[in-house]
């Protein structure tokens, strides 16, 4: 049982570059999270995604798009990455009622120069 | 809209005491309550909730935590602290009614001298 997964690990980009964060949890989850943590901000929630099918904006979505590809994996994708987009991102899931705890992934730590 | 304050930016304790790292929130109806811990370079892992019940709540490596619904606290405590217990430290809250998400307070780092 590897609970959720991410990858990369690291990754580097040029302003303007784009790239897919990928996500996967085999805990049979419904819903998934994708946050956003920077020093001092705590941990931001971009996108989230109740249930297959469904996606919805959270605090910062700007500069980002999110994909339900099926219950499993949720992708995160940065079409033009933005040096404000450096930060560690991080996917969560989570089963739903009546256990609402989030179950987090190892982080993706993003560079853009 | 529903918030969470963790007041200190840091807490320090000697190893073998008690330790506390505060928490207060805000939010409509009655809260679900969480903390979580993260280490170095690690991902958040779940440590504890308050759903219902006992006010007083019991979690992982020992910690506890005490819901106060005068106060809107829910503050977390260990009667005796270890090193290994030095980590970031957070609190996160949502809403009983309907589909809501967690908010997460900013994260208090608890430092624990041998």
């Known amino acids: 049982n590897a609970g959720v997964t991410q990858t990369p690990k690291f990754q580097v980009l040029k302003t303007g570059q784009s790239m897919t964060l990928q996500c996967a949890q085999d805990?049979?989850?419904?819903?998934m999270y994708w946050y956003r943590q920077d020093p001092g901000m705590g941990l931001r929630l971009i996108y989230y995604?109740?249930?297959?099918?469904?996606?919805d904006k959270g605090e910062v979505p700007n500069g980002y798009n999110v994909s339900r590809l099926n219950k499993r994996e949720f992708s995160l994708r940065l079409e033009s990455a933005a040096p404000s987009q450096t930060s560690v991102y991080f996917c969560?899931?989570?089963?739903?009622?009546?256990?609402?705890?989030?179950?987090f992934g190892p982080g993706t730590r993003l560079t853009v120069t | 809209a529903q918030s969470v304050a963790q007041p200190e930016d840091q807490v320090n304790v000697a190893e073998g005491n008690p330790l506390t790292v505060k928490c207060t929130y805000s939010?409509?109806?009655?809260?679900?309550l969480f903390w979580y811990v993260q280490y170095p370079n690690r991902g958040l892992q779940f440590l504890l909730k308050?759903?219902?019940?006992?006010?007083l709540v019991k979690g992982s490596y020992g910690f506890e935590a005490e819901f106060n619904k005068s106060q809107t606290s829910f503050h977390l405590k260990k009667p005796s602290a270890l090193v290994s217990d030095s980590a970031l430290y957070f609190c996160?809250?949502?809403?009983?009614?309907?589909?809501?998400?967690?908010?997460f307070g900013k994260g208090t780092m608890l430092l624990v001298s041998p």
């Open positions: 805990m049979n989850h419904n819903s």
């Open positions: 939010v409509s109806g009655n809260p679900y």
């Open positions: 996160a809250v949502r809403g009983s009614s309907g589909y809501s998400t967690l908010t």
């Open positions: 969560a899931s989570s089963r739903g009622p009546p256990s609402y705890e989030q179950y």
């Open positions: 308050y759903i219902t019940g006992d006010n």
């Open positions: 995604s109740a249930s297959e099918g469904t996606t």
